[in-house]
Nanobody, 120 residues
């Protein structure tokens, strides 16, 4: 069964950068679109960005456009979220999830996520 594990989060100052990784085990990412989501304290989980099997990208969060970029390396069975010019409002737990298509339902269960804290 496909399992996704997020990593790369941490504490960063405003204006800093982080690269999150979403690594797959128990299966291949080749068959799935992969979405990045986040849940900020006291808020609902929201979609951030998604990349299809062929590399087509959809960005959901207007607040992250131009600062965040998603990419995938199928050879490494990993999807990345590069986050630049981070702001305190980006503080959240970030999750990745497999989907048959972007905006579709999540396949399987949510992982633990990785905490991103932007603070001086």
């Amino acid at each position: 069964q496909l399992r996704l594990v997020e990593s790369g989060g941490g504490l960063v100052q405003p204006g800093g950068s982080l690269r999150l990784s979403c690594a797959a085990s128990g299966g291949t990412l080749d068959y799935y679109a992969i979405g990045w989501f986040r849940r900020a304290p006291g808020k609902e989980r929201e979609g951030v960005s998604c990349i299809t099997r062929s590399g087509v990208i959809t960005n959901y969060a207007d607040s992250t456009k131009g600062r965040f970029s998603i990419s995938r390396d199928n050879a490494k069975n990993t999807v990345y979220l590069q986050m630049n010019s981070l702001k305190p409002d980006d503080t959240a737990v970030y999750y990745c999830a497999a989907q048959y298509y972007c905006s579709g339902p999540v396949v399987g269960s949510w992982g633990q996520g990785t905490q991103v804290t932007v603070s001086s």
